[in-house]
């Protein structure tokens, strides 16, 4: 059973702007009915200002509540200000949602844009323009991205959980994981200055090593059966040995040590390599 | 308190208070192990094995071939792996693509370690295809396991057409008949299963406790090793308590088997016939006759199952979806998908599964309260307006035609 706050259930019993606006001045359509859930955004604008907002849902409760609480939160503000709104201030507006859930405020997002794009003349929203990622979800990369960013997302579970990227046959996992590394690897450069290369003693590059594979690679690689073992270092030479689902992979093999040697190299030091070694 | 009306027996069931009475003096002074020498211990074993005779009862099984376990999971655990491990050179396995998680998630770790899988395909009603199942056994297959009855649907497999075809192939014939038992009769002494499982809590027991039985004969290594107990087929020192309840839960299911083809079913029929004549858009899922007497999967299509849920709950009706949203996954039940129902149908479908305690006033109070809940969804879906016109236009040109 979900662990719904009091003003989720609030707005999922007693749905506020439920309907349509006839002539509405802006119309987002997201989501389908084979995916589970589906948001119609209508808005009325009266001089720049959005005067009223009405949705119809086909989804769980989280859905409904997620779509009636952004009827409220865009009523009243012009389209400059609404285009601010992210899918964590919804999910805030409800006094949080469950993970697993989170998806639904980004189906609310997503509508939002889609009503923005739809009022400007433009065909479709920027999120919808990318590359599509997950086929199962009809998910594109600029979504992933996005919800990344503003979510400060780490693993591939919690972006599944978010936009439902990779739920289903989950053969896009690795492309998911490389946005998130590209994501999290371009915020290090932002916040954090490089580290000046310098001399790392033998000990302290094992611990650190160890620490990283333990702290970093293997709750990914677990998520999907697989693991991974730090073998032996040598030098600027890290062998590892792939456990579980990953050791019979022979294409994820090749990702992994990628992801293993990134991963290593943003959180150790820059020169390393990864050799893979048989069990 | 709220009022709470249960249909959601085949999640699990409420423990009969004849059960709870049985199990009380085992937690009290009847504290003994059976393994024991002494007699304060050792009493414990005869009556331990009046309780495996009542389990042997109900199935029609001698009691040398029931051993307890934990639960159904654990059952299906030890038959699937119990039997693979008595052949290693048979390294093919056939189930189906509706068994539950117990079987289901089980059959695809083992293909993923090594062993090959042939998932057997059912139709739109949720029957088996038997010459699919046929075609699928091989020299090399191991096990077939097969369920009874659906957990989600409630359709009844033909298990014995099935184990015809499996003995004639030469395979181990393993039968998850978790919902099966006490609703339907069973009889292993005629029957082509080799093993098969049950579990205390779906035919009220409690939580904790199951059984498998393994035909005389049939080639079985234990899941669980240790000491001597269950035959060394299952180590681990006995749940007197539980076993004590599940003895008496198969006892009374077997007094109790007529009221549940019976007054069960017309209580569920009841409840069906009512929901799909007066809801539009509602449909059956699952065979109309080849079911247990107490179970009904009805879709609300175009809209979703969570939400249904959570409105019945505000009334007090614990009922259960197929939805993708009730479990953290995307995706809607895997038996709804394998049947091919649609997926405007299978994110809105409701499971409710009676028992012998449902009254018909329960019944009647599901009925009335089913109509504005789907009322109240429709009226938030962004498709039902549309679907209503084009069936509208659908209607016109056929009249005007």
Known sequence: ?279 | MKRVVYVDNNATTRVADEVVEEMVPYFKELYGNPSSMHTFGGQLYKRMERARGKVADIIGATPPEIIFTSCGTESDNAAIRGVLESYPKKRHIVTTRVEHPAVFNLCKYLARKGYELTEISVDNQGLLDLDELRAAIRDDTAIVSIMHANNETGVIFPVEEAGQIIKEKGAVFHCDAVQAVGKLPLDMSRSTIDLLSLSGHKLHAPKGVGALYIRRGVKFQPLIVGGHHEHSKRAGTENVPYIMGLGKACELANEYMKEEQGRVKCLRDKLEENILANISNSRLNGHKTLRLPNTTNISFEYIEGEAILLLLDEVGICASSGSACTSGALEPSHVLRAMGVPFTAAHGSVRFSLSRYNTEEEIDYIAKNIPPIIKRLKDISPYVKEIEELEQKAVSTANRG
């Open chain 1, 1 to 279: 059973m979900w662990d719904y706050s009091d003003k989720v259930k609030d707005h999922f019993f007693h749905p506020r702007n439920v309907g349509e606006i006839p002539n509405a001045d802006a119309v987002g359509d997201v989501g389908n009915i084979a995916c589970g859930d589906a948001l119609r955004l209508t808005l009325k604008l009266d001089n720049g200002r959005i005067v009223d907002a009405k949705f119809k849902t086909f989804g769980c409760g989280s859905a409904i509540a997620a779509a009636s609480a952004l009827t409220e939160m865009v009523k009243g503000k012009t389209m400059e200000e609404v285009e601010k709104i992210t899918n964590q201030d919804i999910a805030d507006y409800l006094d949080g949602l469950p993970e697993e859930k989170m998806h639904c405020s980004v189906m609310g997002q997503e509508a939002l844009e889609a009503a923005i794009a739809n009022y400007r003349g433009f065909k479709k929203a920027p999120a919808e323009e990318g590359a599509i990622i997950c086929k199962c979800f009809g998910v594109t990369d600029k979504v992933i991205e996005r919800v990344i960013r503003e979510n400060s997302l780490s693993t591939i579970d919690q972006v599944t959980h978010y936009t439902k990227a990779g739920g289903g046959c989950k053969s896009c996992h690795p492309d998911i994981q490389r946005i998130i590394d590209e994501v999290r690897g371009a915020e290090a450069v932002v916040v954090s200055k490089p580290k000046p290369a310098k001399k790392m003693s033998n000990i302290k590059k094992m611990q650190l090593v160890q620490e990283t594979i333990e702290k970093e690679i293997r709750p990914v690689l677990m998520l999907d059966g697989g693991d991974v073992e730090l073998e032996d270092i040598d030098g600027d030479t890290v062998y590892v040995s792939f456990r579980g689902s990953c050791a019979e992979c022979p294409s994820s093999k090749v990702t992994i040590k990628q992801t293993v040697e990134s991963k290593l190299r943003e959180f150790v030091a820059e020169g390393l390599v990864v050799e893979e070694v048989a069990s």
